[in-house]
């Protein structure tokens, strides 16, 4: 099975704090990406990942910036963390297959709290 | 991507089978129909996909109409867990990384 996994499930961090949010898949899925959910919004793209050190900006990658050292760990930084970052960040991989279906698998999701 | 309609919510008694509709009546040839779960406070979950014929998996059975204008997810056995919003989307292959957009998705809630 394929398994995506994230460095936590509850991070509380305060304003102005650097974040780091960790994603690491096992299945040697060249695709990676950072979505955020919140209530009324669904998923919003922030950055995603096509290849190691290969990055493309999303719908709302201001604020965010991403790293990917190894194919298998894709991390998202914010910065200069704020109240408005609030939300569930959720990573997700897939493989990249030219012309044919390529389902995504999440992981179980981070919930971050921004005081 | 074609656009989806599902019922908002549905509810199914335990031990029964659900069956989750999807309508797509403006699909294209070469469009896959996908459907995903979230479970509350959970990262969503990839359950099954298909193009023209149907398809079973350990998880579900997806039932695609002959004009593939519309889709049922089954779960034959429906358990308490299964409780979640469940989302089909209609998406193109492509040779490129692209974002999942969902829908509202089908609130199904597995009553005891």
């Known amino acids: 099975d394929v398994k995506v996994t994230q460095s936590s499930r509850y991070l509380v961090k305060r304003t102005g704090e650097k974040v780091f949010l960790e994603c690491v898949q096992d299945?040697?899925?060249?695709?990676m990406f950072w979505y955020r959910q919140d209530p009324g919004l669904g998923l919003r793209l922030i950055y995603f990942s096509y290849d190691v050190k290969m990055k493309e900006k999303g719908d709302i990658p201001e604020g965010y910036s991403v790293s990917r050292e190894k194919k298998e760990r894709f991390s998202l930084i914010l910065e200069s963390a704020s109240t408005n970052q609030t939300s569930m960040y959720l990573c997700a991989s897939s493989l990249l297959l030219a012309g044919g279906p390529h389902e995504q698998f999440f992981g179980p999701g981070t919930r971050l709290t921004v005081l | 991507d074609a656009k989806t309609t599902q019922p908002t919510s549905m509810d199914c008694a335990e031990g029964r089978a659900a069956n989750l509709p999807c309508n797509h009546s403006t699909i294209s040839g070469n469009e896959y129909v996908y459907w995903y779960r979230q479970i509350h406070s959970q990262g969503p979950q990839y359950i099954i996909h298909?193009?023209?014929n149907n398809e079973t998996n350990e998880m579900a059975s997806l039932i695609i109409t002959e004009d593939r204008k519309s889709s049922t997810l089954i779960l034959p056995h429906a358990t308490l867990r299964d409780t979640a919003v469940y989302y089909c989307i209609v998406r193109a292959p492509s040779g490129s990384a692209r974002q999942l957009t969902f829908g509202s998705g089908t609130q199904l809630t597995v009553l005891p």
């Open positions: 299945m040697d899925h060249e695709n």
């Open positions: 298909g193009l023209k």
